[in-house]
């Protein structure tokens, strides 16, 4: 079962898309979008969680700026319009929505209390510096764009963490990529994995840069790495 629920903050509402699985009680993740919104490939993570056993929540992080983003990667307007939110996108109201998804989504009817994180480019970014400033019981970054320039963040982090890293990401260099690995590479509880060949955004489903391959195996390490956490 799918719907939409609305959050209030003191700046004003914005809605979740929440799929709940067959079986409660369960744990819930929370899905932080890329630049494109809570788009297709978005809603179809989140029922995949779900068919996974999960209560999957993806909050609209662009609702300050325009509500009910729903883009995909196929034309220059839509990147063009992407860029600019992601531009103007304000990191730290950003983290307030995240947190206050993330205790919305422990308290919904069918949820056990445990809540995972996990995003993409712009959402792998969000993931990491919320993972950081208000925790999760495990948390998963797929290619956070610009992660290498918040990685003195690195040291707050406390609980699991699973990073995603595509070796040749045209957004996230090598030396960025080199960079993310050395500052997490002391922290026990967190896995870095690279993957030859792949671009930016390689588990998209619908994506340009779309990898099969490379796609189900990242999200079979995603999947055992929830089950592991969260279940």
């Not at 992601?86 to 009817?109: H, Q």
């Not at 090598?174 to 993957?195: C, G, H, M, P, W």
Request: hydrophobic share 40%; aromatic share 10%; charged share 25%.
């Amino acid at each position: 079962m799918n719907q939409y629920i609305t959050l209030d903050t003191q700046d004003g509402s914005f809605q979740s898309y929440v799929v709940r699985p067959d079986d409660l009680p369960a744990p819930a993740i929370v899905v932080i979008q890329e630049i494109f919104g809570v788009n297709a490939d978005i809603r179809d993570t989140c029922h995949e969680l779900a068919s996974q056993g999960y209560i999957a929540v993806s909050p609209d992080l662009f609702w300050r700026m325009e509500p009910g983003v729903d883009m995909t990667d196929q034309s220059e307007a839509e990147w063009k319009k992407g860029f600019a939110l992601y531009t103007a996108f304000d990191y730290d109201a950003g983290v307030t929505d995240i947190a206050l998804t993330m205790e919305m989504a422990r308290s919904l009817p069918g949820a056990n209390g445990k809540v995972g994180l996990m995003g993409y480019c712009l959402g792998g970014l969000m993931t990491f510096i919320t993972t950081a400033h208000k925790g999760a019981d495990a948390s998963v970054v797929y290619y956070g764009g610009s992660m290498e320039k918040h990685l003195d963040e690195a040291t707050n982090i406390r609980n699991p963490l699973l990073v995603h890293l595509g070796e040749e990401d045209e957004y996230i260099s090598k030396e960025a990529q080199k960079d993310i690995i050395e500052a997490l590479k002391d922290n026990a509880s967190t896995q870095v994995f690279t993957y030859p060949g792949c671009k930016h955004a390689f588990t998209r489903h619908r994506g340009i840069n779309y990898d099969k391959d490379a796609a189900t195996l990242a999200n079979g390490r995603t999947a055992d790495f929830f089950k592991s956490h969260l279940k």
